[in-house]
């Protein structure tokens, strides 16, 4: 650790104190505990050794101090708890394997607490499938952020969809090659006998159609990252090749002789089990070992569930951002779509919202508007119950309009006898001079209107509420209503 505090009152203590963590190969510097607050407040520090001499002192600088874990030095055990950033109470006189394990704990209490500012910050700079707050996708960054500064070859493990090829961005981007090209080859897309001129690329005449030289990816990734997807799916005779080049650093063209240097990172990612392929002998060991110097797994989408809001909301944006009216779920929806398996992870959550864009855009989704795959627990559709007048407005304008429209193509062609019967039964909008009772009127008319409908479809209920615009429940009513049943014929 960068600056360990040492802090008692005792000179014969802190001299002990000194001359162990000294011994372990860390920095550390004396107060004490009248002056102990002062110095945090402005210097701070990476860990703090405090004798537990009075109490109330101690637990009133622990809990000033959250973001600092302390080891509370006790004479005797049980003085003192362990609790929060009071990470370990040690008894005196200390023992090496003792206070390692102490330090040990500050370091971890250190790295694992929640960074705010740090997380503010590179928000932006972290891709999409990035975005979570599990510890599965926690413990990635963190390699993310700790192998990225360095030239060591990363491998990344995990399943199809998992976003292996944004881990491989993210290695690039908060790398010293950022400014580099990032080259990325999908060694399963791309045919064996054409790989090994598209990673090392070409003389001119080397073979049929060679009209002209042409760079390979690892000339156009200099200075930069070459991503290598699927090396997995990689032909034996190229993985001989490609560890070569990983050995030595440099290549030839095909067809070529003059060896190129090279200064591209290697970061590799495959959805196979790299070990099993070994032991069938199809894939190198050597070349497993030579790429396997830094793995990250990447972890399946059912691993980290609770990623799941955080994602569909990161999706929503990038969607927005392309100018498309996103989508916004239910807690119902958002709920369901966490009891499902995701066997296409993060890519299949994705795409899951691109499609109910298009269906949904700019409207709220539950659980019944999601695809039959994704619905889980009680998935029964709200269906609006309508006041019978709007019902029977609706269904009334219908007919008229049905109406109106057969009366103006029976006055556009001259009907023949067959057509003039069925205009008689069409419905004149056309108020009688005399008057009419409406009521008694537009009762009769949905008598016979229903009557024709059931006659029609052979008195099948449904499908004679489907020809009247309305619902199997509703003809059933009006059908008591009205005492219309069928009759037998004799």
């Known amino acids: 650790m960068k600056d360990i505090l040492l802090v008692s009152d005792n000179q014969e203590l802190i001299q002990n104190l000194e001359t162990i963590v000294t011994f372990m190969g ?12 002062e110095y945090l407040s402005k210097s701070g520090a990476d860990a703090v050794l405090i004798e537990y001499a009075c109490e109330t002192t101690v637990s009133q600088l622990v809990e000033n101090f959250p973001h600092i874990p302390f080891v509370a030095l006790v004479q005797n055990e049980g003085q003192a708890n362990v609790n929060c950033n009071m990470v370990s109470v040690l008894s005196t006189p200390l023992t090496y394997p003792v206070l390692t394990q102490a330090i040990h704990r500050c370091q971890e209490y250190s790295s694992r607490k929640p960074n705010l500012s740090r997380t503010a910050g590179t928000k932006t700079r972290l891709f999409r499938s990035l975005v979570g707050k599990s510890d599965q996708i926690q413990i990635v960054r963190r390699l993310v952020e700790q192998v990225a500064p360095t030239d060591a070859t990363v491998l990344i493990l995990g399943e199809s969809g998992t976003g292996k090829e944004v881990v491989a961005r993210n290695v690039h981007f908060f790398s010293e090659r950022k400014d580099g090209p990032f080259i990325p080859v999908n060694c399963g897309a791309i045919p064996g006998e054409l790989l090994e001129s598209e990673l090392f690329g070409h003389e001119k005449g080397a073979f049929t159609g060679a009209i002209s030289a042409r760079k390979g990816r690892f000339e156009l990734a200099e200075g930069g990252t070459l991503f290598l997807d699927e090396i997995g799916d990689m032909p034996l005779q190229m993985q001989v090749k490609l560890l070569r080049v990983l050995q030595e650093k440099t290549f030839e063209r095909v067809g070529g002789n003059k060896p190129i240097k090279c200064n591209v990172r290697i970061v590799a990612a495959t959805h196979r089990n790299l070990e099993t392929m070994i032991s069938e002998d199809k894939f190198r060991e050597d070349l497993y070992y030579r790429l396997n110097v830094f793995p990250i797994d990447s972890p399946a989408l059912r691993q980290r569930k609770d990623d799941i809001p955080l994602l569909l909301q990161e999706i929503n944006s990038r969607i927005k951002g392309d100018g498309v009216d996103g989508v916004r779920f239910t807690e119902r929806a958002i709920s369901s779509l966490m009891e499902h398996e995701w066997a296409g992870n993060v890519r299949e959550l994705s795409n899951l919202v691109e499609r109910l864009t298009i269906l949904y855009p700019g409207q709220i989704v539950d659980v019944s508007d999601l695809p039959p795959k994704y619905q ?13 007048e709007i019902l029977e407005r609706e269904a009334f304008n219908d007919l008229f309009a049905e109406s109106a429209a057969q009366e103006r193509l029976e006055e556009e062609a001259s009907q023949t006898a067959s057509e003039e019967t069925t205009s008689e039964s069409v419905v004149s909008s056309t108020l009688p001079e005399e008057g009419v009772n409406l009521k008694e009127y537009l009762s009769e008319l949905e008598v016979t209107l229903i009557k024709q409908a059931l006659e029609s479809q052979d008195w099948v209920v449904a499908r004679a509420a489907d020809k009247l615009g309305m619902r199997r429940t509703t003809l059933v009513e009006k059908m008591r209503k009205y005492d219309i049943q069928r009759t037998e014929e004799a």
Do not use: K, Q, V
Request: charged share 30%.
């Open 376 to 388: 889980y627990g009680d998935t029964a559709a709200y269906e609006p119950d309508y006041p019978e």
């Open 26 to 37: 860390e920095s550390c510097l004396s107060r004490g505990l009248s002056d102990c607050h």
